[in-house]
């Protein structure tokens, strides 16, 4: 097997990044501002200012790339989700789950972050799901970046008193992707005011409403 490129050296103090972290970050970086045209091994390897060939080396195909950033996707939207609270019995809950008020201020502090300074991440994973359902290839890696943001949604409206929290979960998701997706790329979204916390938490109560109506 060849020997990866060698890298720049790091300035003194300054830590030496995770080169497949770096590679995935860069890579959902250019999708988010060139499209899945932009995506390429050299294209990467630029944009993240490493030797030629790095990019390949870590991830031989275009396929894997997109791998990457899918895993590299759900490692950050997950860890965002998070502030919604502990939900497998580890540490202590961050917010009152089970009060309908916090968890809609909760979750419109997540969108309001995706809106505004995780609005690049969110428009690349819209570009990268179009890709998944073209390249059956892809299917699985997609997938698994999906179950954690619906497994974490689904402990939430248990704690809520969800009866069938599972399918209550991907509704609230889809509700959700749906306003993401309006908001950062619909018709309107150019013409909208800049995101407002306080509304977010409004629409957040009413769709946590609506899931529990149907599912509670």
């Known amino acids: 097997m060849s020997t990866p490129p060698t890298p720049a050296t790091p300035r003194r103090g300054e830590r030496t990044p ?65 502030d919604l609270g502990d939900l497998d019995g580890g540490s202590p809950s961050v917010l009152p789950v089970a009060d309908r008020d916090a968890a809609a201020a909760a979750l419109a502090g997540v969108l309001y972050r995706w809106l505004t300074v995780g609005r690049e991440r969110q428009l690349a994973r819209f570009e990268l799901s179009l890709e998944a359902a073209r390249n059956p290839a892809l299917e699985a890696d997609f997938l698994r970046a999906g179950q954690g943001p619906r497994a974490r949604a689904a402990g939430i409206l248990a704690a809520l008193g969800a009866d069938r929290p599972e399918e209550a979960a991907e509704l609230l998701v889809a509700w959700t992707d749906g306003l993401l997706y309006d908001r950062l790329a619909g018709a309107l979204a150019r013409s909208r005011v800049a995101p407002d916390q306080a509304e977010l938490a409004a629409v957040a109560r009413r769709m946590i409403d609506a899931v529990l109506a149907h599912h509670g």
Do not use: K, M, N, W
């Open 18 to 82: 995770d080169r497949r972290t770096l590679i995935a970050d860069t890579a959902i970086g250019l999708v988010a501002t060139s499209g899945l045209r932009g995506l390429t091994h050299r294209a990467v390897d630029g944009a993240a200012g490493l030797p030629a060939g790095s990019t390949s080396y870590y991830f031989r195909t275009r396929t894997a790339l997109i791998a990457a950033c899918y895993q590299r996707l759900a490692e950050l939207d997950l860890g965002d989700v998070g």
